[in-house]
C-alpha cells in the first residue's frame, strides 16, 4: 500500500505541473519584463510542492525519484522556458544539498521553517579567495556569475577552490551559506531565459563553518557525508550527471511546446509559392514536421535514459561507475543536439513571423539558444569524451 502511495504521489505531481502550464503561458511576456519568476508563479509553483520533489521526507520533502523528477521538469518548462529553468536548478539543489551534507547541516538549513528554504548556488566561482581558519574557511572574496533562483533563494551553494602555499589546487569545496550573507549583483540582462534573474553573486569575508563544507571531489564519487540518508536510494544518486540533467531538461519541454504550436497554428496557414493553398498540404511540409517529431522523441528516449539510469544505479546500492557517468553526459548532450535540430526545422517551416516580438516561437528561440548554449551541454563536448572511453582512453571530463 505504501508503494501504491508513493506511485499515486509522484502522479500528483506531474499532474500538478501540467495543470500550470496556462498560467505559466498567460504569464511568460511578464515573467521576461521584470527578469524574474513573478510572485503569483512562485507561490504556485510552492503551493503545488514541487521545489520540495526531491527534499527528505524528513524535512518535509515527497522523496521522489529522477524520473518523476524529469516528468514535473519538462511539463512547466512546456509552460515557460525561464520558470522551468528555475524550477529545475532550485530542485536540484534540494538533492545535492541532501547528499552532500551532514545532519547538523540539514537540522541547521530547515530547523527554523522548512517551508521557506529554497536553494539557488553555482559550482564553479569567477573569482575566490578563500582559506582555512580555526573552525571552517574565509571567504575573503567570491564572485560566482549565472546564480540562477538567487533572487528567491534563502540558501546558497556554491563551489570553493582551496589552494596551498604554493598555488595548487589542494581541493574543491562545496558549501552552503544563508544568501543573505551575499551580495546579489543586477546584471542579468540577456538573449534568453530572461526571467531567470541568473544574476552574479559575490561575497566579502564571510565565515563557513567546517560543518557546511565538504569536498565536491568525494563527492563525485559517491562519498558522501549525509550518514543518516544512507539508506535512501535516491541520496545515492550521481551527483553530477544529476546537475548536468536538470540543465538540459528545460528544453526539451521547450522543444515540445514549439511542436504544438507549430501543429495548432498550421491548419489556418495559407501557402505562398507551394503549389498548394494552405501549408499543412505541402509535402515539404510533412517532411519537417515528420523529422522534427522524431528527433524530439529521440532527444526524449536519451533524456529519459538517463533519469531511469541514475534511478537504478541509485536502487542498486552502488554508485554510478565513471564510465556510466561519461555516457550520461553524452546522452545529454546528443539529446540537446536533437531538439536543436528539431527546433531549426520547426522554424524553417514556420516562416519569418517568429521574429516579432511577443511571437511565441521566438520566445522558445531565444530560451533554447541560451541554454544550448551552456559549455556543460555540449554535443561535442560530451560526444569527445564519450567517444575517448570507448576509444580505452581516459575522458577529459576525469572528474566527474
Known amino acids: 500500500m505504501e508503494q501504491l502511495t508513493e506511485v499515486a504521489q509522484r502522479e500528483n505531481l506531474v499532474e ?7 498560467n505559466l503561458r498567460t504569464r ?22 514541487l521545489f520540495k520533489m526531491l527534499r527528505p521526507k ?40 541532501a547528499q552532500s551534507f551532514s545532519e547538523k547541516t540539514h537540522l541547521e538549513i530547515y530547523g527554523e521553517d522548512e517551508n521557506s528554504v529554497l536553494f539557488a548556488g553555482v559550482y564553479e566561482p569567477r573569482k575566490c579567495i578563500a582559506r582555512k581558519v580555526e573552525g571552517g574557511y574565509l571567504v575573503e572574496e567570491g564572485f560566482w556569475m549565472f546564480c540562477s533562483g538567487s533572487l528567491h533563494a534563502t540558501w546558497g551553494y556554491f563551489g570553493m577552490p582551496i589552494v596551498g ?27 534568453g531565459l530572461k526571467g ?14 567546517d560543518h557546511r563544507c565538504t569536498s565536491f571531489v568525494e563527492a563525485l564519487d559517491g562519498n558522501f557525508e549525509s550518514k543518516h540518508l544512507r539508506d535512501i536510494p535516491l541520496y545515492n544518486t ?42 499543412r498540404d505541402a509535402a515539404s511540409t510533412h517532411a519537417i514536421i515528420a523529422d522534427a517529431s522524431l528527433k524530439i522523441d529521440t ?42 535540430e528539431a527546433l531549426d526545422l520547426l522554424l524553417l517551416g514556420s516562416g519569418s513571423g517568429y521574429v516579432y516580438e511577443g511571437h511565441p516561437l521566438q520566445r522558445i ?36
Open 16 to 22: 500538478k505541473a501540467k495543470a500550470l502550464i496556462p
Open 28 to 49: 511568460a511576456k511578464e515573467t521576461e519584463e521584470i527578469r524574474r519568476i513573478p510572485q503569483a508563479t512562485m507561490d504556485e509553483l510552492k503551493e503545488a510542492g
Open 58 to 97: 524528513r524535512y518535509g520533502g515527497y522523496e521522489t525519484d529522477m524520473k518523476t523528477y524529469t516528468d514535473v521538469i519538462v511539463e512547466i518548462s512546456k509552460g515557460c522556458g525561464s520558470t522551468g529553468w528555475i524550477l529545475a536548478l532550485c530542485a536540484i539543489r534540494e538533492l545535492m544539498v
Open 165 to 191: 602555499e604554493d598555488g595548487k589546487l589542494v581541493d574543491q569545496v562545496l558549501m552552503t551559506l544563508p544568501f543573505h550573507e551575499m551580495e546579489i549583483m543586477d546584471d542579468w540582462h540577456t538573449l
Open 196 to 209: 531567470t534573474g541568473s544574476n552574479s553573486v559575490k561575497m566579502n569575508n564571510v565565515f563557513i563553518p
Open 238 to 279: 550521481a551527483l553530477f550527471p544529476a546537475l548536468i540533467l536538470s540543465l538540459g531538461l528545460p528544453g526539451l519541454g521547450l522543444i515540445k511546446h514549439a511542436l504544438e504550436f507549430f501543429q495548432e497554428v498550421l491548419p489556418n496557414r495559407r501557402a505562398v509559392h507551394m503549389g498548394v493553398e494552405y501549408i
Open 299 to 340: 532527444a526524449s528516449m536519451h533524456y529519459y535514459r538517463v533519469a531511469e539510469d541514475l534511478d537504478n544505479w541509485a536502487k542498486s546500492g552502488k554508485y554510478m561507475d565513471r564510465q556510466a557517468r561519461v555516457r550520461t553526459l553524452a546522452d545529454i548532450g546528443y539529446a540537446n543536439q536533437m531538439c536543436k
Open 365 to 400: 528561440f531565444r530560451d533554447f539558444m541560451t541554454l544550448y548554449s551552456h559549455r556543460s551541454l555540449s554535443p561535442t563536448i560530451t560526444k569527445e569524451n564519450y567517444g575517448r572511453v570507448l576509444s580505452g582512453l581516459e575522458s577529459n571530463a576525469i572528474r566527474y
